[in-house]
């Protein structure tokens, strides 16, 4: 089916224009030079992340299970794509900003899902529309349950459970790791050079005596 043939409330267009909103939000992340500005694309990326995994999670992706035109790995991989995502969405929303490694790590986030969007553009959506589901019909429930999920808010996922029980009002972890390193010692190169060379001066001597 060509994608010009299908409405704008197609399931498959509603979650391609979701990919489009984030996509921007990464790109508007890259340009923003101020803190405040950052912090509030953050804030805002995250919210259509979370709306848009639990639609997928909820309603998409189950209409996609057992359909024999669909690589049913490929379904198995975006849920795992999704954990990653949620756990450093989760870890995100700990942070106030202001962090070392905010900024890296929203940095990966958006890496980590412009990379799920290509496998979902390039894969999973061209292998749906060969099935017989209804995205017309799907479409509504999509945006039905995203007019939910804005009006009454999204419920926490397992993800965030667990990163808000192992870091109550501690640092970020990877930032707090990193500031523990130290670094090793070193010898410097000429130091042990010139101290094997006098070892081996003070050697010469003992064989002359033999």
Not at 160 to 180: F, L, V
């Amino acid at each position: 089916m060509f994608e010009f043939l299908t409405s704008a409330d197609d399931a498959i267009n509603i979650l391609k224009k979701d990919h489009d909103k984030v996509k921007g939000l990464f790109d508007d992340f890259e340009k923003a030079e101020k803190r405040a500005q950052k912090i509030k694309i953050v804030t805002e990326a995250i919210m259509e992340l979370k709306i848009h995994a639990t639609i997928e999670e909820e309603l998409f992706y189950p209409s996609l299970r057992g359909k024999q035109k669909v690589d049913q790995d490929l379904l198995n991989e975006a849920d795992e794509e999704h954990h990653v995502a949620k756990l450093l969405i989760a870890e995100l929303e700990q942070m106030n900003g202001t962090e070392s490694h905010y900024d890296a790590k929203f940095t990966v986030l958006s890496e980590n899902i412009r990379h799920h969007v290509k496998e979902e553009e390039g894969d999973l959506f061209p292998q749906a529309r060969r099935t017989d589901v209804n995205f017309e019909l799907l479409g509504k429930k999509l945006l039905q349950r995203k007019q939910q999920l804005k009006k009454n808010g999204i419920p926490l996922c397992a993800e965030e459970k667990m990163i808000a029980a192992q870091r109550k009002g501690s640092d970020d972890s990877p930032a707090k790791a990193a500031k523990k390193m130290k670094a090793p010692k070193l010898v410097k190169k000429s130091s042990a050079v010139s101290k094997a060379s006098g070892k081996s001066a003070l050697a010469l001597p003992k064989k002359a005596r033999r």
